[in-house]
């Protein structure tokens, strides 16, 4: 994208510092779900609110969203403290806050807590390889899935697990797997890596094929990843894999890794996700 035209994930991450930590921002129409701001694009908003403070102290490590409220369309308000700074890592809260109605006080929609860290050289190994797939060109891109505005934001190459073609209560494994990168292209940072982690349907249309309302309710992504990796990936695609492990009394959790083209793991991620019947 141009400097007259920035990219919609940049626009969407727009915040005015108002004092250190303390920022106010925008829902993007860019990014819109069905009820409130498409998930991935909350967890990025508070990241990079983290990583635009002044004191932030290496990259991020881990972060963990949990949704209390949805968010309206609007303004809001972010408030973002470094609760303790140790030598080389930086304990973060996050509070995301906006009136329920016009005239009416803030109150907390989104709680956060960030994890950064100065990284340092040390043995390293993966017992997590990525899987053999078709690359990404042999994969062909999917249309959105549903009339949602944040589903135009991503390029999508399904390799397993797509929808269920039929609504009928068929169970199957829960597992998905595709090629994903942002549309249009743009090179990868941690905010960016965070909104992808969000990137899957939830679990358990695919385990049993009945769309029944469900939503994340927290999310944690864990970053492999330094800055230089993320560089070294650039604007290409990566292959993100998730699986569900349990579904009961209204809740299941999704765990996730994310690899970059050359095969290596960028990021994990789990979240547990409210449904009902």
């Known amino acids: 994208m141009t400097d007259e035209q920035p990219h919609p994930l940049d626009q969407a991450l727009a915040l005015t510092a108002q004092a250190p930590g303390h920022y106010t921002g ?4 860019a990014y819109w779900n069905m009820v409130g701001p498409y998930g991935g694009i909350s ?22 969203v949990n949704y209390a409220a949805a968010l309206a369309e609007g303004a809001f308000t972010l408030q973002a403290v470094p609760e303790r700074t140790n030598r080389s890592t930086q304990h973060w809260t996050v509070r995301v806050l906006q009136p329920p109605g016009p005239g009416q ?32 060109a042999e994969c ?6 549903f009339p949602v505005q944040w589903l135009q934001r991503y390029e999508m190459r399904p390799v397993s697990g797509l929808l269920p073609q039929v609504w009928d209560g068929r169970e199957a494994d829960s597992a998905s797997c595709l090629w994903v990168r942002d549309a249009p292209p743009r090179p ?5 890596l965070a909104a992808l982690a969000d990137v899957f349907y939830p679990r358990v249309w695919r385990r049993r094929a009945l769309q ?5 309710v927290s ?22 894999q998730a699986r569900a492990q349990e579904f009961r009394a209204g809740f299941f959790d999704q765990s996730a890794q994310l690899w970059n083209q050359a095969g290596t793991l960028l990021a994990t991620s789990h979240q547990i996700v409210y449904y009902k019947e």
């Not at 990868?188 to 960016?192: G, I, R």
């Not at 029944?212 to 994340?216: D, E, I, K, Q, R």
């Open 26 to 29: 925008h829902t993007s129409a």
């Open 43 to 64: 967890a990025a908003t508070v990241l990079a609110a983290v990583l635009r403070h002044p004191e932030a102290l290496g990259e991020p490590v881990a972060l963990t």
């Open 105 to 136: 006080p803030e109150t907390v929609v989104t709680t956060a807590t960030v994890l950064t860290a100065a990284r340092r050289e040390t043995w390293s190994a993966s017992d997590s390889p990525m899987p053999e797939v078709p690359s990404p």
């Open 140 to 145: 062909p891109a999917i249309a959105p899935m």
């Open 188 to 192: 990868l940072d941690f905010p960016a």
């Open 212 to 216: 029944v309302p469900a939503g994340t």
């Open 219 to 240: 999310l944690t992504v864990y970053f492999h990843a330094d800055a230089a990796l993320l560089a070294r990936t650039g604007s290409g695609h990566l292959l993100a």
